[in-house]
């Protein structure tokens, strides 16, 4: 007989990522562990994730959603690069993608969040947001996890 946690039937896989330009890890650390403590799968690309990497992990794992975490200051820069490319690639362009962290090296965050959202992020966390708070939030806003092989249904459409 085989037992299957039903738990998993319902968890949504994630990808934890930063990007090229980002060494650090302890933040992708600490995300996995809240992602996880909210109940999902996390998959974590690691520090200095070049986009191409990136986008061929994603149309191979299709996750549910995808938080870009920048510790040095270049969120804002490398993430507009990211998004674009993510947002070309025909199998993610409806992929839901949250970019959180030190966005710039200045005080000009709002600026930079209305940009980035403009750019195709769904959701942009600035630096001194609680982020349990806004990844809780922004997990919930997406709709309930797809039974396993069904497709999920895309927060954006096609252009």
């Known amino acids: 007989m085989t037992l299957t946690d039903p738990r998993t039937e319902s968890r949504r896989t994630v990808v934890v990522t930063s990007m090229a330009s980002d060494s650090h890890t302890w933040n992708l650390v600490f995300l996995q562990m809240l992602l996880e403590e909210l109940g999902h799968d996390v998959v974590n690309l690691g520090p ?14 299709r996750p549910a959603f995808v938080v870009i975490s920048s510790v040095n200051g270049h969120g804002h820069q490398d993430g507009l690069r990211v998004i674009r490319a993510l947002r070309a690639h025909p199998a993610l362009f409806a992929l839901p993608v949250v970019i959180g962290g030190k966005l710039g090296v200045d005080d000009r965050d709002d600026a ?28 919930a806003s997406l709709p309930a996890a797809p039974s396993r092989g069904s497709v999920p249904v895309p927060l954006r459409t096609a252009r």
């Open 112 to 139: 930079r969040a209305q940009e980035l959202r403009a750019a195709g992020f769904d959701e942009v966390v600035v630096e001194g947001t609680d982020p349990a708070t806004a990844l809780a939030h922004f997990a």
């Open 48 to 61: 200095c994730v070049p986009d191409d990497l990136l986008i061929a992990r994603c149309a191979e794992i």
